[in-house]
């Protein structure tokens, strides 16, 4: 039984994007294009070549920002900022997910490897925000990204937050790894499941895992 496996859990941590709202919602889409003419006016290459690169640079370095941090001159908080300049009306409110994650026993936060203020919006949209005793994005972890260790532990240190006591929900399976190897509970979300050593759960229904974990029988 879920409640059983996670009767130690007092802190929940949830990515954002493709986690707490449905990738039907296509929201990354537009964070993509925003980001492909980004790396077309910093590199002066063509769309399909600029695209490429920013697909790379997500691949190799985990987003497609620390990959222009790397090898090119930018402005970060710029980059951030236009990026994520997008429209949320694909973005429905959930009250039932918002009531699930506001009973789970504990402290609730989210940490994405997008800004603060775009997730504070995306929590806004969807009704979302009460739900959640802190938000952390990129900035907060230096702009070092998931899924390095040292992203996770400055983040999880300036929250307090005890890993051995935590359980960690994504979308991108890579990011699950650090917090399995920090003693969490990890929980893929997305439509489709993957069998890897780091990740203990798989769901493609947020609501549903949170209501099973919560369910007293």
Not at 25 to 46: C, K, N, P
Not at 71 to 98: G, Y
Not at 117 to 137: E, H, M, N, Q
């Amino acid at each position: 039984m879920l409640r059983l496996d996670f009767r130690h859990i007092r802190h929940w941590v949830f990515d954002l994007d493709n986690t707490l709202y449905p990738p039907a919602a296509r929201l990354f889409d537009q964070i993509e294009t925003r980001m492909t003419d980004f790396v077309m006016r910093v590199t002066g290459q063509d769309k399909p070549c600029a695209d490429r690169l920013r697909r790379l640079y997500w691949a190799e370095h985990g987003t497609t920002l620390a990959g222009l941090m790397a090898n090119h001159t930018v402005d970060a908080e710029q980059f951030l900022h236009e990026v994520h300049d997008i429209d949320f009306s694909a973005l429905r409110p959930d009250p039932h997910l918002a009531e699930l994650i506001a009973a789970l026993p504990g402290r609730k936060i989210v940490y994405t490897n997008g800004s603060a203020p775009y997730a504070a919006k995306v929590l806004k949209a969807r009704g979302l925000d009460a739900a959640f005793d802190a938000i952390y994005g990129v900035e907060h972890a230096g702009l070092v990204p998931k899924p390095q260790h040292a992203a996770f532990e400055r983040v999880f240190r300036m929250d307090a937050l005890d890993p051995r006591q935590g359980a960690m929900f994504e979308d991108d399976p890579r990011n699950l790894c650090a917090p399995h190897q920090m003693g969490m509970r990890t929980v893929h979300v997305a439509p489709a499941p993957q069998t890897q050593p780091h990740i203990h759960y798989h769901t493609d229904d947020l609501a549903d895992f949170l209501q099973r974990v919560l369910d007293p029988g």
